[in-house]
C-alpha cells in the first residue's frame, strides 16, 4: 500500500466534501457541489476500504489515515462551529495518544511494566488489558461516528463512509487488543 499517495487521496477527498458542501449551499453551483461532494466521498471511501484490508498488519496507516481525515476537517470547519471543532480537536488529540500507545508496544519489556504498573481493576481494562490511550481514543471515535451516524439527513453515501470508518476503527482496537495480548502473554 503507498501510505504517502493514500494519504493525498484522503485529504483530497475531503477537500472535495467540503467543497462541495460550500457550492450545493450556493446558488449557480449546486451541479459543481454535488460532483465535488459525491467524488469526495467515493475517493475517501475507497481508501478507508484499502486501509481496512490491511489493518492486521498495518495498525499505524490506519490511525494516519483517521488523523489525516479529521484535520483535514477541522482546518475546513468553520470558526464559529465551535462544537463541530471541539469534537474534531478532541479526535485528534486521542489519536496523538493512540499514537504514543502505539509506540510504547513497540517496546514489549517496557509495555509489560506498563501493564504490571496500570490498576487491573474492570474500569481500567479492556477485555483484560490495559485500557490505554489507544483504548480510549477507540472508544471516543467510535462513540463520535456513532453520534453523527444518528444524525437525520445525512446522505447515505456519507453515512456508508462513516459505517467504513467507525469499521475500521473497531478493526484497529481488536488488531491492537491482540498485539498487547501477544506482548503479556494475556488471552
Known amino acids: 500500500m503507498?501510505?504517502?499517495g493514500l494519504l493525498v487521496r484522503i485529504a483530497n477527498s475531503v477537500s472535495l466534501i467540503n467543497?462541495?458542501?460550500?457550492?450545493l449551499d450556493t446558488e449557480g453551483h449546486e451541479a459543481e457541489g454535488r460532483i465535488s461532494y459525491r467524488k469526495g466521498l467515493a475517493i475517501a471511501l475507497e481508501a478507508f476500504?484499502?486501509?481496512?484490508?490491511?489493518?492486521?498488519?498495518?495498525?499505524?496507516?490506519a490511525l494516519v489515515a483517521e488523523y489525516t481525515f479529521l484535520?483535514?476537517?477541522?482546518?475546513s470547519c468553520a470558526a464559529k462551529d465551535k462544537i463541530a471543532r471541539a469534537s474534531l480537536s478532541t479526535a485528534i488529540e486521542d489519536v496523538d495518544g493512540a499514537f504514543l500507545a502505539l509506540k510504547v508496544t513497540n517496546d514489549e519489556a517496557g509495555y509489560r511494566c506498563v501493564d504490571q504498573a496500570l490498576s487491573h481493576h474492570a474500569q481500567f481494562r479492556y477485555k483484560n488489558m490495559p485500557k490505554d490511550a489507544f483504548h480510549v481514543a477507540c472508544q471516543g471515535h467510535k462513540t463520535r461516528i456513532l453520534n453523527i451516524l444518528k444524525s437525520p439527513g445525512i446522505n447515505l453515501a456519507e453515512k456508508e463512509l462513516l459505517e467504513c470508518r467507525c469499521a475500521n476503527v473497531v478493526t484497529a482496537q481488536g488488531a491492537y487488543l491482540r498485539k498487547q495480548q501477544k506482548i503479556t502473554g494475556g488471552a
Open 2 to 4: 503507498d501510505r504517502a
Open 19 to 23: 467543497n462541495g458542501r460550500k457550492w
Open 49 to 61: 476500504r484499502e486501509v481496512g484490508c490491511h489493518i492486521d498488519e498495518d495498525i499505524d496507516t
Open 71 to 75: 484535520s483535514q476537517e477541522l482546518e
